[in-house]
């Protein structure tokens, strides 16, 4: 079965920096998906940026990235010049590993950022 | 765009008593799903449905119950409600997915929290 770690509970950064989110993954299948969401105090879920297990590059959205380590089983979210509304949950997950449907999510890390 | 529609936003239940999380999209999406979320932990799979007539348990469904007559709609049943349901309820829809590495997310109703006392 598929699994998700994110080992940072919480993180700090101050405003107009770069912050890197871990997340590392386990799975056997070749063929898998990795998200990232945010999740503001607000409560909604809101789909950042994705990479596939067979993509050659890093995938960009923004001022988004994603540090796509296969060989480690790590996918990290960079988020590059902070802003203020930055500040939420946010959760990687995978699809794969025996299920093409669903997706594993991990327990997340909050995020603050620091005017 | 209405995209996934959840109602109630909000309900308090009695131990014991049961109720239906309605979940709506209008997005022709096929796949549907329901996670729960605690409060400081990730979201876990209950039930999900990859088409009209056809649905699957997840990691955590005892407790609950779900069906799916049509393509837009995914309610959820509760039957004898218990503290331990108390949390927030996702509902999501997304694409037809042919293969793991599918670029197609879920999109996310924006929640139901549920209060058991």
């Known amino acids: 079965a598929q699994k998700i770690t994110q080992t940072q509970p919480g993180m700090f950064v101050q405003e107009k920096e770069a912050v890197t989110l871990d997340c590392t993954y386990d799975?056997?299948?070749?063929?898998?998906?990795l998200f990232w969401y945010k999740q503001p105090s607000s409560g909604e879920m809101i789909f950042l940026i994705y990479?596939?297990?067979?993509?050659?590059q890093n995938a960009t959205e923004g001022r988004y990235s994603l540090n796509f380590q296969k060989a480690r089983k790590s996918a990290n979210l960079v988020i590059s010049a902070s802003q203020l509304g930055d500040s939420a949950m946010y959760f990687c997950?995978?699809?794969?590993?025996?299920?093409?449907?669903?997706?594993?999510f991990g327990k997340g890390t909050l995020l603050t950022v620091n005017p | 765009n209405a995209g996934v529609t959840q109602t109630p936003k909000f309900r308090i239940l009695k131990i014991g008593q049961s109720m239906t999380l309605q979940c709506a999209q209008d997005?022709?999406?096929?796949?549907m799903y329901w996670y729960r979320q605690d409060p400081g932990m990730g979201l876990k799979l209950i039930y999900y449905?990859?088409?009209?007539?056809?649905?699957d348990k997840g990691e955590v469904p005892n407790g609950y119950n779900v069906s799916r007559s049509t393509t837009e709609d995914f309610p959820l049943r509760l039957e004898l409600a218990a503290p331990s349901q108390t949390s927030v309820y996702f509902c999501?829809?997304?694409?037809?997915?042919?293969?793991?590495?599918?670029?197609?997310?879920?999109?996310f109703g924006n929640g139901t929290r549920l209060t058991v006392t």
């Open positions: 999501a829809s997304s694409f037809s997915v042919r293969v793991a590495a599918s670029n197609s997310p879920l999109h």
């Open positions: 997005m022709n999406h096929n796949y």
């Open positions: 997950a995978m699809r794969g590993g025996g299920s093409n449907y669903k997706l594993t």
């Open positions: 449905s990859v088409g009209a007539g056809i649905t």
């Open positions: 799975t056997s299948d070749p063929s898998y998906g």
């Open positions: 990479q596939g297990s067979y993509d050659q």
